[in-house]
């Protein structure tokens, strides 16, 4: 009602709404609760909003997810809130079976690494690989279940933006250097393509119908990863082979200036 209630495009009134969670900053399963229950009322309330009121619950959506992050940075994301923070992306958002709403998992699936890295600046540094795959765990569940085609290109989607954020973030960087491509990025790929594969080869947790689209997804994954490692020896070799001439070129002009002291000398 309060959300409604806001005039259009004021955001200050969206935005104060979204920070409630950190009324239970002591309390980490009841802040989680929270927005299980706030995830919950827009799940089930969805259909019921007209054109005007969309605009806001959007908005609504992306601070929700932002403090929810924030909230889960300001705690370090200790083991209780990146665990509650995923089982309400599983079980509340993306969980094909409760979630019959595109328009809820559409706009997640466009902003959530948006939100990831205004919350954490610099995010590829600052979050473990570990939990940046603890993020990604229940959009592979995901896509691993959905059932209608659309969906399911929809995720894959999701999936092959990650991938190109990943590449795009660096790109710039070692186009104007010769520095090696992170090891963290190389990594982050193989696991994912690993953990894919993984998936779409299990007998368990994953519909039949969807195998392909996920072997499609690995593939994609996979290429990347063989092609940065490929690039990341040939940098090495290039790098290694410039610090064995600088040495070189160093050696000879410490040498060459002996020389030189030496006939001064005489």
Not at 47 to 61: A, C, V
Not at 176 to 191: A, D, G, H, R, Y
Request: include cysteine; hydrophobic fraction near 35%; glycine fraction near 4%.
């Amino acid at each position: 009602y309060e959300i409604s209630a806001c005039l259009v495009g004021s955001e200050m009134c969206i935005r104060d709404r979204s920070k409630l969670i950190h009324i239970y900053k002591e309390s980490p399963k009841l802040a989680y609760r929270f927005i299980s229950y706030f995830w919950r009322i827009m799940v089930r309330e969805w259909n019921l909003l007209d054109g005007f009121r969309l605009d806001k619950f959007y908005s609504l959506m992306r601070f929700v997810i932002r403090e929810s992050l924030q909230y889960g940075k300001d705690r370090k994301w200790d083991k209780i809130s990146w665990q509650s923070f995923s089982n309400v992306m599983k079980d509340e958002i993306l969980d094909p079976k409760k979630t019959k709403n595109r328009g809820i998992v559409i706009h997640v699936l466009d902003i959530f690494w948006e939100e990831v890295e205004k919350v954490h600046d610099g995010w590829l540094g600052e979050l473990s690989s570990e939990l940046i795959m603890k993020f990604i765990g229940p959009f592979l569940r995901y896509l691993a279940q959905v059932e209608q085609e659309e969906d399911i290109e929809i995720v894959k989607s999701f999936f092959v933006k990650f991938l190109d954020r990943l590449l795009r973030k660096h790109s710039s960087k070692l186009k104007q250097s010769n520095s090696p491509i992170p090891e963290k990025v190389v990594s982050l790929i193989e696991q994912i393509s690993t953990k894919l594969f993984d998936i779409a080869s299990s007998k368990v947790g994953v519909l039949d119908e969807n195998r392909d689209y996920i072997y499609d997804l690995r593939k994609t994954y996979d290429s990347a990863f063989r092609g940065l490692s490929k690039e990341t020896k040939k940098r090495k070799l290039s790098t290694d082979e410039d610090e064995r001439k600088s040495k070189k070129a160093k050696l000879e002009e410490e040498v060459t200036e002996k020389n030189t002291e030496s006939v001064d000398t005489e």
